[in-house]
């Protein structure tokens, strides 16, 4: 992340970090460039992600970048974000992960609009100019629900009837 957000930063871009208070303690991002934000949870990182950002882009990497992409698609499905992921899909990296999600949209546990959010390229050029024309279609039956907080106090209820 820090070549990233120096390359970034160093091209007139506007760089936030988004950091939990234990990480930064341990300087696990080394020098940072740009504004920091340090937040207490990594709830709260991805949250504080939420609000500052317009889009994502995901690099090749592990376990915590996949769970961001779930995060993120599962909130779009939700209705909660629209807002899209590029996935810098560098040699490859990420077609096993396309592949999964079309097999989970054959097997109508995904909408193919939610899988729609996520934008793959093999250059980072082409997920930009991608994720800057992105526009979200929701699902109808999802874009009833409202998230919005003055609202938490109601309780929705979903039809959870399955019909063979």
């Known amino acids: 992340m820090g070549s990233v957000s120096t390359t970034a930063f160093l091209g007139g871009n506007q760089v936030l970090c988004i950091i939990p208070k234990a990480l930064a303690k341990v300087d696990i991002i080394r020098k940072t460039v740009g504004e920091e934000l340090q937040v207490s949870t990594m709830s709260k990182r991805m949250n504080a992600m939420f609000d500052h950002a317009n889009a994502f882009i995901a690099l090749p990497s592990g376990l915590g970048t996949l769970e961001e992409i779930f995060h993120i698609s599962s909130w779009a499905q939700l209705n909660i974000y629209q807002k899209p992921i590029g996935l810098l899909n560098v040699n490859g990296f990420y077609d096993h992960l396309l592949s999964f999600l ?23 050029e082409r997920p930009i100019d ?16 409202d998230w919005s907080t003055r609202e938490s106090h109601k309780k929705f209820r979903l039809d959870l009837s399955l019909s063979l």
């Open 102 to 124: 079309d097999h989970v949209v054959e097997h109508n546990f995904l909408i193919s609009l939610a899988q729609q959010i996520i934008i793959s390229a093999a250059t980072a």
């Open 130 to 145: 991608q994720l800057q024309s992105f526009i979200p279609v929701v699902d109808s039956f999802m874009r009833r629900i």
